[in-house]
């Protein structure tokens, strides 16, 4: 390393979900706007999602979830914490009642809303949220989707693993209003075309263009199941209309460059 260039920075483990629902105009994503303050994406409208925290691998033991038995305790961690940010942003909650096994309605969901700022700042461990209120997280509905580390000459870095999940029924969602201060449902294409209301980011953008070849939860999911995820780490190359971010051809996208105008 020469005595001036800066250390390579480590990618933080993050999870995320995209939340799916049928609509009659389509296959739905539930996303949101993030606050113009946050230090990372301000502004851009992004999938539900964020840091994995300590709690989560903790709460990723066998008497707090359902499924993803066979997974790794990383990966078990992912789930746990992709399930958590969900929660927080957009208030929908993949959890089922541990006591008879149903998903949680819409009216406990209400009485478990108070748990979303808690956790937000740090002030409720999420296992201790499952064992109190009897819930298990379930695993078993997240689908792996896509895997992305942020490029190595960027400050802030982030190894974030992508999950796709149908949302409970009576879990309409809604903007947590301090991290996020808006919140849509919307189809893929929807989010992608409209670029002067919304600000979507390049792996945004790729993941709702890899969404849209599905028209119903069920095919996005049952697609999603039999197609192996690649790790995608983007690059930075000079072309001659300027500096080009490119990905990996055979990660299944069908874009795999853009300017950098474009943004990360």
């Known amino acids: 390393m020469a005595e001036n260039e800066k250390p390579v920075a480590v990618p933080v483990p993050a999870a995320t979900i995209l939340l799916l629902r049928d609509a009659p105009g389509g296959l739905e994503v ?24 300590k709690g989560d691998a903790d709460a990723a033991l066998t008497e707090f979830f359902d499924g993803g038995a066979d997974w790794t305790e990383t990966m078990r961690a992912m789930g746990a914490g992709a399930i958590r940010e969900a929660f927080e942003e957009s208030g929908i909650l993949l959890a ?3 006591r008879h096994g149903d998903f949680v309605t819409s009216e406990r969901l209400a009485d478990l809303q108070l748990y979303r700022p808690l956790l937000e700042k740090r002030e409720a461990v999420l ?11 379930a695993l078993d509905q997240l689908v792996h989707f896509a895997h992305w580390i942020t490029p190595a000459n960027m400050p802030k870095r982030f190894d974030t693993h992508f999950f796709l999940a149908s949302s409970p ?13 808006d919140s849509i449902w919307i189809t893929p ?5 409209d670029r ?14 890899k969404l849209a070849n599905s028209s119903t939860v069920g095919e996005a999911i049952s697609t ?6 690649l790790p995608v780490t ?18 299944g996208y069908a874009q795999t460059s853009a300017s950098m105008r474009d943004g990360l």
């Not at 080009?244 to 051809?249: A, Q, T």
């Open 30 to 53: 539930f996303m949101v706007k993030r606050h113009h303050q946050i230090d990372f994406v301000a502004g851009a409208l992004v999938f539900p999602g964020g840091k994995v925290e």
């Open 96 to 98: 089922r009642d541990a």
């Open 127 to 137: 296992a201790d949220v499952l064992r109190k209120e009897k819930l298990r997280l």
């Open 169 to 181: 029924i009576g879990h309409a969602g809604s903007h947590d209003g301090r991290e996020s201060v």
């Open 189 to 193: 294409n929807g989010a992608i075309s």
């Open 196 to 209: 002067k209301k919304w600000n979507v980011i390049f792996p945004t953008k790729l993941n709702l263009m």
């Open 224 to 229: 999603a199941r039999s197609t192996q995820v």
């Open 234 to 251: 983007p690059w930075v190359e000079n072309g001659p209309d300027g500096q080009m971010l490119r990905i990996r051809e055979d990660a």
